[in-house]
T-cell receptor, first 115, second 113 residues
Framework: AQSVTQLDSQVPVFEEAPVELRCNYSSSVSVYLFWYVQYPNQGLQLLLKYLSGSTLVKGINGFEAEFNKSQTSFHLRKPSVHISDTAEYFCAVIGSGGSNYKLTFGKGTLLTVNP | ETGVTQSPTHLIKTRGQQVTLRCSSQSGHNTVSWYQQALGQGPQFIFQYYREEENGRGNFPPRFSGLQFPNYSSELNVNALELDDSALYLC????????????FGEGSRLTVL
């Protein structure tokens, strides 16, 4: 079984400032990792994913994340945020084995970008 | 390309009633999964359907059931509604080979009074 801990429930930042949203996971098997974004009154949208290979992955809207196996972390970063980045961000994990089907989500981090 | 669509978007039921939520998957996707998102929480996996068969289930009681149809659309049925069933129910589709990469609908918000 897997679990996800998002270390900050809310992160307020000013426009054009850098931001990091933290995510730690727990798993007894190898995993795939994801960040999803949920804008107000909408469903979730995939931001980026780590399946294998380079530990630094780039996603949409200028976001990137780094997989750190030793620290079991997958933190999300953006060097300069915009007002439109205000949303709820969810880290998620799934076992990389053949019979996996269950995506486990964290509780989410609300990113609020202020002018 | 048509995305995932869900209906109804909002509904109110009373305790003990039954509800059916519907989902049309994205074109070309043969896997559908359902998630429950309570207020202030992350989505929780209910179950997944692949080619009309349930092939995975989360920690939800049997009163949560589902169907997938030959056109890959899906239904979520909840019997004997309880107050704690109030939540946003999200449907997601995916091509079976893209593990964890889900395409979500905007959800059906259920309120149980």
């Amino acid at each position: 079984a897997q679990s996800v801990t998002q270390l900050d429930s809310q992160v307020p930042v000013f426009e054009e400032a850098p931001v990091e949203l933290r995510c730690n996971y727990s798993s007894s098997v190898s995993v795939y990792l994801f960040w999803y974004v949920q804008y107000p009154n909408q469903g979730l949208q995939l931001l980026l994913k780590y399946l294998s290979g380079s530990t630094l992955v780039k996603g949409i809207n200028g976001f990137e994340a780094e997989f750190n196996k030793s620290q079991t972390s997958f933190h999300l970063r953006k060097p300069s945020v915009h007002i439109s980045d205000t949303a709820e961000y969810f880290c998620a994990v799934i076992g990389s084995g053949g019979s996996n089907y269950k995506l486990t989500f964290g509780k989410g981090t609300l990113l609020t970008v202020n002018p | 390309e048509t995305g995932v669509t869900q209906s109804p978007t909002h509904l109110i039921k009373t305790r003990g009633q039954q509800v059916t939520l519907r989902c049309s998957s994205q074109s070309g996707h043969n896997t559908v999964s359902w998630y429950q998102q309570a207020l202030g929480q992350g989505p929780q996996f209910i179950f997944q359907y692949y080619r009309e068969e349930e092939n995975g289930r989360g920690n939800f009681p049997p009163r949560f059931s589902g169907l997938q149809f030959p056109n890959y659309s899906s239904e979520l049925n909840v019997n004997a509604l309880e107050l704690d069933d109030s939540a946003l129910y999200l449907c997601a589709s995916s091509p079976a080979t893209r593990t964890g990469e889900l395409f979500f609908g905007e959800g059906s918000r259920l309120t149980v009074l």
